[in-house]
């Protein structure tokens, strides 16, 4: 059977074409006890960047496939790799935590990566974080209904090259069906205005799931 490698160049975080987006927004779910990090499709390493100096004694780490991206990332990060995950990542390296800023939705097959994800986990223990955009939000989801409209753009939740869709309840999906336990689900980047507050007041579940550009997975072992 052939194994082919997770590309990370198609995506840096956050649909930036730059990969420069620190991504400030998920590094309260990276556990606290977490020392040795990889983020994988690192970009130029503005999140790692920032994890290191919220959390000085972290080892962060980064795999990238864009080589400019890599060699600034270098500058930011304790060690970076220009390369495809997991296979081009140095003999023996383990982490503590693997993150994906905006990057499972790429890939041809993202259960395949979070299923990797464990081979370099130390002792196959350990924590994924994951942003994944929500295709429920209701700037997708509305047009859909009523329009019968799905128009890819250049970023965002139909970035033309998104691979794969996601709801709150696939993602769960996704990291469960390869064996890991999930903490958190949690929204962020929400839009809000006068008629979401008032959705929210009155259907808080249901306007969360539309509201949500993005959601946040913390899985483990």
């Not at 420069?20 to 970009?43: K, N, S």
């Not at 959390?55 to 970076?80: M, N, Y």
């Not at 790799?81 to 503590?96: K, Q, R, V």
Request: proline share 5%.
């Amino acid at each position: 059977m052939v194994t082919h490698a997770i590309r990370t160049d198609v995506m840096a975080g956050a649909d930036d074409p730059h990969g420069d987006w620190d991504r400030h927004e998920v590094l309260p779910f990276v556990p606290g006890q977490c020392e040795a990090i990889l983020d994988v499709g690192c970009g130029r390493g503005a999140f790692g960047e920032l994890l290191k100096l919220q959390r000085p004694e972290a080892r962060v780490s980064g795999i990238e496939s864009v080589p400019d991206r890599a060699k600034q990332a270098t500058e930011r990060l304790d060690l970076v790799t220009c390369g495809s995950f997991p296979y081009d990542l140095p003999a023996g390296e383990a982490f503590d935590c693997i993150v994906f800023n905006d990057v499972l939705e790429h890939l041809a097959d993202p259960w395949q990566a979070i299923n990797h994800a464990r081979s370099v986990l130390s002792g196959g223990h350990g924590y994924v974080v994951a942003s994944i955009p929500n295709v429920q939000h209701y700037s997708v989801s509305i047009k859909l209904l009523l329009r019968g409209e799905w128009h890819y753009v250049d970023a965002g939740i139909l970035d033309r090259t998104h691979l794969r869709f996601f709801t709150k309840k696939s993602m769960r999906e996704l990291f469960e069906t390869q064996g890991f336990v999930v903490d958190i689900v949690a929204p962020i980047n929400k839009s809000t205005g006068t008629w979401i507050d008032t959705l929210l007041a009155l259907i808080p579940n249901l306007t969360e799931s539309i509201c949500a550009n993005q959601y946040v997975v913390v899985a483990r072992t």
